[in-house]
């Protein structure tokens, strides 16, 4: 089996992981600036992490074979404080030509707030400005709904934003035919406590198709787990899906997508 891990936290997470991954078959891994599980109080610790997902990780990956691509932005989670946000996304363009950046994200909506909005705004004008593609952070549970709306409106409000260089993380049944509608890709998060399990997502892709479609652990500090997604295509060979359709979904899929942006490259 070959796939690739689009969306994890690596910096969360211990070498072993790393070891795991490539041994079942990991061709690439993906990840986006988040929350570190503690509000940062200043510029200079986005800068610092800037650094560690630029230039740290991708040495740690390395190791083991294993490309690692990033994504920058302050996350939903810490833009409720408007002017640090500004602050913070001031910093990224000087990163942005580093050779394992992919573009902005993860970006989008935690609690539906005026300010995360407003933030949202900022982070897709400077993708538009800088012709980055862009990850979006959908919010949970209850609030998952109203902020997907919230978001794609957002991205359809600027008219430089080409759908098909966004993805949408987190869809789960009640968000990802709105997503793909308007010309978006779609990602499932794959969790053991919330988010979709393999048996959902499986669910969703028999239902929806496996076009646009990506699937990701989302591994970070919390509960979760690294080959989520190996496990899932388990569940496809399950459910008898073909060797080449489960390919298409967790290799060739994320590959078409990240591919967009010319510095991405599988070997
Ligand atoms: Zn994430």
């Known amino acids: 089996m070959r796939y690739l891990e689009p969306h994890a936290h690596m910096v969360s997470r211990v070498t072993d992981d790393y070891l795991q991954m490539a041994t079942a078959g990991?061709?690439?891994?993906?990840?986006?600036?988040?929350?570190?599980?503690?509000?940062?109080?200043?510029?200079?610790?986005?800068?610092?992490?800037?650094?560690?997902?630029?230039?740290?990780?991708?040495?740690?990956?390395?190791?083991?074979?294993?490309?690692?691509?990033?994504?920058?932005?302050?996350?939903?989670?810490?833009?409720?404080?408007?002017?640090?946000?500004?602050?913070?996304?001031?910093?990224?363009?000087?990163?942005l030509d580093r050779p394992n950046v992919l573009g902005i994200g993860e970006i989008g909506l935690n609690k539906n707030s005026r300010n995360e909005l407003r933030v949202l705004e900022r982070h897709i004008d400077l993708a538009a400005r800088t012709d980055q593609l862009i990850l979006v952070h959908t919010p949970h549970l209850e609030d998952k709904l109203k902020g997907t709306r919230l978001i794609l409106d957002a991205l359809k409000a600027d008219s430089r934003i080409q759908p098909d260089r966004v993805i949408i993380d987190h869809v789960e049944e009640h968000t990802v035919r709105m997503?793909?509608?308007?010309?978006?890709?779609?990602?499932?998060?794959?969790?053991?406590?919330?988010?979709?399990?393999?048996?959902?997502?499986?669910?969703?892709?028999e239902n929806f198709?496996?076009?646009?479609l990506w699937m990701n652990s989302a591994c970070d500090w919390g509960e979760s787990v690294p080959l989520a997604v190996p496990h899932t295509a388990l569940e496809m060979r399950r459910r008898a899906w073909t060797a080449d359709a489960i390919d298409q979904v967790i290799y060739r899929n994320p590959i078409r997508f990240l591919s967009q942006c010319p510095k991405f490259k599988v070997t």
């Open 179 to 205: 997503v793909l509608d308007r010309g978006h890709w779609a990602g499932m998060t794959l969790y053991p406590i919330s988010k979709c399990s393999s048996a959902r997502a499986v669910d969703i892709l």
């Open 209 to 212: 198709g496996s076009e646009r």
């Open 26 to 95: 990991c061709a690439a891994i993906c990840e986006p600036a988040f929350w570190a599980g503690f509000d940062r109080c200043s510029p200079q610790g986005f800068y610092d992490y800037f650094c560690q997902l630029t230039e740290h990780e991708p040495k740690r990956a390395a190791k083991y074979g294993l490309p690692h691509y990033c994504w920058l932005c302050i996350n939903p989670k810490e833009s409720e404080d408007v002017q640090l946000a500004e602050e913070v996304i001031g910093l990224i363009p000087q990163f």
